[in-house]
């Protein structure tokens, strides 16, 4: 598993702008029902991976503006909960997210949400390049750190090892503090 210095993995510099999956309508990828967005690229290298053939920058589709007006489209249904960015690594995609997350957001305000999993950790990402900042002042919730395969733990909701955590990106913003999200039910993820 590789561990980025600040700044060190530019997505101007990494991404193809391509796509390894778009998946309407699921239930697995964050709270309600989801259309999930699959990135292609990463860097960090997990070891045990969920989804290793997304790794490679190369894989899948080039992300068109059909697609964008597909997923704006299907997140239009009132059952749909809102979008979750995944991959690959969707901080080494953001010329294809951040226009992608301002249309939802001008379409949609906050009646949607956006959710978004990365290997960078909360702490990591406060010293990052301007555009993954841009990219998580648009989200909601964030599933935060590498998959750690000996912390692998399968009784997690949303998160794959204990390490990971699931954050309150607007609330955590606001106060400069990692605050976890909690669930519409109420819990805290810890």
Not at 91 to 103: G, K, M, V, Y
Not at 142 to 164: A, H, I, M, P, T
Request: aromatic share 12%; proline share 3%.
């Amino acid at each position: 598993m590789r561990h980025p210095k600040a700044q060190e993995w530019l997505a101007q510099e990494w991404s193809q702008g391509k796509i390894a999956d778009y998946k309407p309508y699921n239930f697995v990828d964050g709270e309600g029902v989801r259309c999930s967005l699959y990135v292609s690229g990463c860097l960090f290298a997990c070891e045990g991976c969920y989804n290793r053939v997304a790794q490679n920058f190369n894989y899948g589709t080039v992300y068109t503006e059909a697609l964008e007006q597909q997923i704006l489209k299907d997140l239009a249904a009132p059952y749909c909960q809102g979008l979750t960015l995944l991959g690959g690594e969707p901080f080494l995609n953001t010329q294809i997210l951040i226009p992608l997350c301002r249309a939802i957001r001008q379409e949609f305000g906050n009646s949607k949400d956006i959710w978004s999993w990365t290997g960078y950790y909360w702490e990591e990402m406060m010293q990052e390049s301007p555009d993954k900042l841009e990219l998580l002042s648009l989200i909601d919730v964030l599933v935060d750190g590498r998959f750690e395969l000996s912390k692998k733990d399968l009784s997690l909701q949303f998160r794959g090892s204990s390490n990971q955590r699931i954050i309150d990106v607007k609330s955590s913003l606001w106060r400069d503090e990692v605050i976890l999200w909690r669930q519409s039910s109420g819990e805290t993820y810890k």
